[in-house]
């Protein structure tokens, strides 16, 4: 890699999102593998690795791969600049996730999808690490089922098969009303963090 694009990419990674990663590492260490959730507990981070498949900086979506499948992000610009980002790119993501705060039918012909917006840190997140980014996150997903004896709702979103936590007695109350197969949106909170890593050659 260049000075220059070292350079960008370390502009790059000093928004709120991207964290600074110099010198580049292939496997980010990862100090922190659990967090306290208000309403959980104790819950463990999820790492997971995506391909930057595109980006459009007009209106920052970014498109990532994994395992095959491929989701937008719109990435708000309290991020930062995403000049440096580049297709195929690494994004090592860190995240922990809240319990359901909401459950909606999509409308009819709604396609998987996520979207994301920056959420004030109100002390859902104990013990979090250091510049790490709360945000809110609606998931657009196929719902597949709901186990009420482990509080938790099973769907498949852009990402695929994914799972979450419910406690809220409202939110349950809608659950247990879909069917496998209805397409919902999904509301929680995500605390995350995501480090550029090296390209694969």
Same mark, same amino acid.
């Given at each position: 890699?260049?000075?220059?694009?070292?350079?960008?990419?370390?502009?790059?990674?000093?928004?709120?999102?991207?964290?600074?990663?110099?010198?580049?590492?292939?496997?980010?260490?990862?100090?922190?593998?659990?967090?306290?959730?208000?309403?959980?507990?104790?819950?463990?981070?999820?790492?997971?690795?995506?391909?930057?498949?595109?980006?459009?900086?007009?209106?920052?979506?970014?498109?990532?791969?994994?395992?095959?499948?491929?989701?937008?992000?719109?990435?708000?610009?309290?991020?930062?600049?995403?000049?440096?980002?580049?297709?195929?790119?690494?994004?090592?993501?860190?995240?922990?996730?809240? =319990?359901?705060?909401?459950?909606?039918? &999509?409308?009819? !012909? #709604?396609?998987?999808? %996520?979207?994301?917006?920056? $959420? *004030?840190?109100?002390?859902?997140?104990?013990?979090?690490?250091?510049?790490?980014?709360?945000?809110?996150?609606?998931?657009? =997903?196929?719902?597949?089922?709901?186990? &009420?004896?482990? !509080? #938790?709702?099973?769907? %498949?979103?852009?990402?695929? $098969? *994914?799972?979450?936590?419910?406690?809220?007695?409202?939110?349950?109350?809608?659950?247990?009303?879909?069917?496998?197969?209805?397409?919902?949106?999904?509301?929680?909170?995500?605390?995350?963090?995501?480090?550029?890593?090296?390209?694969?050659?």
């Amino acid at each position: 890699m260049s000075v220059t694009r070292r350079h960008l990419t370390a502009s790059l990674l000093a928004g709120a999102i991207f964290m600074p990663a110099v010198p580049l590492i292939t496997s980010p260490a990862i100090a922190q593998q659990s967090v306290n959730v208000r309403g959980l507990g104790v819950v463990a981070v999820d790492n997971v690795d995506v391909r930057v498949v595109s980006v459009d900086l007009p209106s920052r979506n970014v498109v990532v791969e994994r395992s095959g499948r491929q989701w937008r992000i719109t990435v708000p610009e309290d991020f930062g600049s995403l000049a440096a980002l580049r297709r195929r790119d690494r994004l090592s993501i860190s995240r922990v996730e809240s =319990a359901l705060i909401a459950v909606t039918p &999509a409308r009819r !012909g #709604t396609k998987p999808d %996520v979207v994301f917006t920056v $959420a *004030r840190d109100e002390g859902l997140f104990g013990n979090l690490p250091a510049r790490w980014v709360v945000r809110n996150v609606t998931v657009t =997903a196929q719902f597949t089922s709901f186990d &009420a004896a482990s !509080g #938790t709702v099973r769907y %498949v979103g852009p990402e695929g $098969a *994914r799972s979450l936590r419910v406690i809220d007695p409202a939110v349950i109350s809608v659950l247990q009303t879909l069917r496998r197969g209805d397409m919902v949106n999904l509301v929680f909170t995500e605390a995350t963090q995501i480090v550029l890593t090296p390209r694969r050659l």
